[in-house]
């Protein structure tokens, strides 16, 4: 494995230039998975896709280079390019997930104490809980009213408008906290939203900062505090994704775990020539907290939309589906913990991945005894270096740690469920699962490139 800067040349440099100023305006777009869809239906609906539900209700035939999205719950989407050949022979598969660790209104959220206004939250996913105190946060989501008018909330972005935070102990008070097991230095009842301080003039109510809030928010937004109770808002970092390092090489933003993945996934399918395979790109919800729920990975929607295509091509045995799945090959792709040498005591440095040398295959993950684990098989992993080598794309294999310390899981399991030949792949970062993580720009690139490759040639 070389470092992969080595081999550019001018052309690459502009290609890595374009690539990653393009991700890091998707990232800053689609902070949340509703986002992620929002932002996906933009971009394939420019390149021509259609949705399903459209071809459905008129009645119309699928054909070859036809084109079709599936937006499920505005949370999930999974993407087709018809072939030429039988849909039951099989399709390439790229996979990723758009959710990512953050922290959750509850459904009574608002709250004052001592004359501030809290919102209460839920952590979501896997999350170190004191890093995401005295950072400035955002309020990202949607409120639906009891008529159905849907209110779209985004605060803390825009450089004009205020952010919100958690607050923290002093050090000079701290000497009972900084005793605690750092799992246990920030509760997770703890994580709440300081986010006002200034009481209602005027009235003679109770909770005159929190009823002030609530003025503010009718004002702005036209909603009550009931409201919440149909609310979908999520706390993220505030802030722009940004070049890291120096030298440029580096992109540090937020809930690149996993829309790195999500992002080149979603441009190598864009830009990949038409094979005579059927192309698909699906991207989902949940997958941190285990692909659970209607959008998440074990969700039947993504099988549901083959069904639906099977039939408008006139597929219409009643094992298709599984047919085409038996058949298809997939690349799932999430973030891999990259090489850290100040954390070197739990990884094992021949089996890690490392930033700077381009698409990580990981075989299998699981836990210990490869538990929860899909496992390549090695018939699938040879066609896939030939067919890496041959494109010029710089790749490895990789581990998640040490085997009595590492271990995680994706979404490439519930697939090798379904008979698919899955291998778990994608881009190794720094800062896995904190507010603010580390890639690679030349990775990134690789990663692009690879996907591309699988799509056009395995």
């Known amino acids: ?43 394939v609906e420019s390149s021509g896709f259609k949705n399903l539900e459209d071809y459905i209700s008129n009645k119309e035939k699928i054909m070859p280079g036809s084109k079709i999205y599936v937006n499920n719950m505005n949370k999930a989407i999974a993407l087709f390019i018809i072939g030429q050949d039988k849909i039951t ?58 008529d159905g008018t849907k209110v779209v909330i985004k605060i803390g972005e825009d450089t004009t408008e ?68 149909s609310a979908e808002l999520e706390i993220t970092p505030a802030g722009h994704s940004r070049d890291f390092g120096l030298d440029r090489s580096m992109i540090m933003g937020y809930g690149q775990d996993d829309r790195v993945c999500a992002y080149t996934s979603l441009q190598a399918f864009l830009d990949s020539k038409a094979t005579s395979k059927t192309l698909s790109c699906i991207l989902v919800d949940k997958e941190e907290i285990g692909s659970v729920g209607a959008t998440g990975m074990y969700s039947s929607f993504y099988k549901n939309a083959i069904t639906e295509i099977c039939i408008l091509m006139g597929e219409v045995l009643p094992n298709a589906t599984s047919r085409v799945l038996q058949n298809s090959k997939m690349l799932s792709s999430d973030v891999n913990a990259a090489y850290d040498p100040l954390y070197a005591n739990v990884m094992d440095k021949r089996s890690a991945s490392y930033l700077n040398k381009g698409l990580v295959f990981c075989k299998y993950t699981g ?33 998640l740690g040490k085997v009595d310390i590492g271990g995680g899981g994706t979404i490439a399991y519930i697939l090798a469920n379904e008979n698919v030949q899955v291998v778990d792949c994608g881009v190794g970062i720094l800062n896995m699962h904190a507010p603010w993580e580390i890639s690679s720009k030349a990775d990134i690139y690789e990663v692009y490139k690879g996907y591309k490759a699988f799509l056009e040639n395995i």
Not at 93 to 119: Q, V
Not at 369 to 382: H, I
Request: with cysteine; proline share 3%.
């Open 162 to 229: 205020p952010v919100l935070g958690i607050t923290d102990l002093l050090p000079h008070l701290a000497q009972e906290q900084m005793k605690k097991e750092a799992s246990k230095v920030i509760e997770g009842e703890d994580l709440d939203i300081l986010i006002g301080s200034k009481p209602l003039l005027g009235s003679d109510k109770k909770d005159l900062v929190k009823e002030n809030i609530l003025n503010i928010l009718k004002t702005k937004y036209d909603i009550t505090e009931d409201d919440f109770l």
């Open 367 to 399: 836990s210990r005894g490869k538990s929860g684990s899909n496992d390549a098989n090695a018939e699938y992993l040879a066609s896939l270096r030939k067919v890496m080598e041959e494109n010029n794309v710089s790749f490895q294999i990789s581990e």
């Open 1 to 43: 494995m070389d470092n992969a800067w080595k081999k550019y040349k001018e052309n690459d440099l502009d290609n890595i230039n374009s690539l990653t100023e393009d991700y890091k305006e998707f990232l800053d777009l689609a902070k949340t998975e509703r986002e992620c869809c929002q932002e996906i239906i933009k971009r």
């Open 89 to 146: 022979n099989g399709m390439n598969i790229l996979g990723a997930h758009i959710d990512s660790p953050r922290l959750d209104l509850k459904a009574t959220p608002l709250y004052e104490d001592s004359e501030f206004a809290y919102f209460d939250t839920h952590y979501y996913g896997g999350i170190k809980k004191y890093q995401w105190v005295t950072l400035p946060l955002a309020i990202h989501g949607v409120v639906v009213k009891k």
